[in-house]
Each structure stands twice: as structure tokens, then as C-alpha cells.
């Protein structure tokens, strides 16, 4: 499959704690898009960072990439009850043109 | 606000009676998707349109159909539903291919009887 693959598949935390989520990939990328998801709704994009970038911050989003390990972390610090949703990676195969998605992580925040 | 709308959000078929599901894009994108979601799982890609050129991927089962009139819309017909394409179906459109992100409707949930 060319999916990259989360971890862990399901988080629960107190409400101000960080939330960290891992996704690994297989082949060569030009970039890696993090979306959340809530119930029953469509993606939201989140953060897309390049192959030649390191990390990438937005709010209380930090996203790194490592690409000798094939590896990308989403960090959500101080998360909030409205964070609960799934987050999932999204890659790009290069000269595919194409993104697939990972098999996400279900974020449980609670208040 | 521009955006993608999906409609409609619920659908509900008899098993072997073709469904259309409609998605309309303002964002003026070149590429609109469809994915197809099943409980828990990530989103699979079925096909994609780069304007007018089609793009199947190779394990999209032949009963699944699009067709894109316009700039604006898509369409995913699904010719003779089996129970088994019972999911959340999704339309994103993106300005152009690879590096840009995706923006997505809130989807389609088929049921099928």
C-alpha cells in the first residue's frame, strides 16, 4: 500500500495536555499534509510542509518531518475539548501527483 | 464564502439502483476528487479530474462513473450499488496538482437496502 500509516490509531487526554501523533511513509515525497476530521464531516486541512522543510508551525500546531526515517509528527499543544476529531497524514508520491492518507489518529480530548 | 458543497448529505438506494452524487466547487480549482470513506478508515481515492482529463486509479471498481460538465461540478455515479458500497463519499477540489491542499466537502453518507 502506499498509505503512510499513524500512530497511535486512538489518543485520549485531559484538556491542556499536548497531543502527538505519528506518521510513517514508504517512498520518496514532495510534500505531507496533516487534516483533522470531525464526526461525520469532510477534512480540514491542517498544514502542509515540503520535503525540504524540517518543521512547520501553525498556532498550537507544530509539524515536523524527518525524511531519512520517512516520519512525520503533529504536535497540538494545550489541546481543547474541540480538538477531539480525527487527524490524518496525507502524501504525495513523487511524480504521482496523487496524495493518499494514512489510517489516522482518533483524538479524544476531554474537558 | 467560497467552498464545496456536496449534496445530498444523506442517500439512500436500493441494492442495484443507480445513485448519482453531486458536488459543486466556487473555489474555480482545476482538480476535483472523490474519495470514499468507510467507518474508521481513511479516506481512498477512487479518481480525480485535472479539468477535463480523467484520471481512474487502477483498483476503482468499474461500477463507479464520473462525469465533470464544468469547472463547477462533478458527479459520481455508481451504476449497480452492492451493499458493500455503503460508505461516507467525498469531493475535494484543489487549484492544481501535488502541492497544494485540498479542500473538501462534507460528504455524501450512502446507504444501501
Known amino acids: 500500500s502506499q498509505q503512510g500509516e499513524e500512530d497511535p490509531q486512538a489518543l485520549s487526554i485531559q484538556e491542556g495536555e499536548n497531543a502527538t501523533m505519528n506518521c510513517s511513509y514508504k517512498?520518496?515525497?514532495?510534500?505531507l499534509q496533516w487534516y483533522r476530521q470531525n464526526s461525520g464531516r469532510g477534512l480540514v486541512h491542517l498544514i502542509l510542509i515540503r520535503s525540504n522543510e524540517r518543521e512547520k508551525h501553525s498556532g498550537r500546531l507544530r509539524v515536523t518531518l524527518d525524511t531519512s526515517k520517512k516520519s512525520s509528527s503533529l504536535l497540538i499543544t494545550a489541546s481543547r475539548a474541540a480538538d477531539t476529531a480525527s487527524y490524518f497524514c496525507?502524501?504525495?508520491?513523487?511524480?504521482?501527483?496523487?496524495?493518499?492518507f494514512g489510517s489516522g489518529t482518533k483524538l479524544n480530548v476531554k474537558p | 464564502d467560497a467552498m464545496v458543497i456536496q449534496n445530498p448529505r444523506y442517500q439512500v438506494t436500493q441494492f442495484g439502483k443507480p445513485v448519482t452524487l453531486s458536488c459543486s466547487q466556487t473555489l474555480n480549482h482545476n482538480v476535483m476528487y472523490w474519495y470514499q470513506q468507510k467507518s474508521s478508515q481513511a479516506p481512498k481515492l477512487l479518481f480525480h479530474y485535472y479539468d477535463k482529463d480523467f484520471n481512474n486509479e487502477a483498483d476503482t471498481p468499474d461500477n463507479f462513473q464520473s462525469r465533470r460538465p464544468n469547472t463547477s461540478f462533478c458527479f459520481l455515479d455508481i451504476r449497480s450499488p452492492g451493499l458493500g458500497d455503503a460508505a461516507m463519499y467525498l469531493c475535494?477540489?484543489?487549484?492544481?496538482?501535488?502541492?497544494?491542499?485540498?479542500?473538501f466537502g462534507d460528504g455524501t453518507r450512502l446507504s444501501i437496502l
Open positions: 517512498t520518496s515525497i514532495n510534500n
Open positions: 496525507a502524501t504525495d508520491y513523487y511524480n504521482f501527483n496523487k496524495f493518499y
Open positions: 475535494a477540489t484543489s487549484s492544481s496538482l501535488g502541492n497544494q491542499p485540498q479542500h
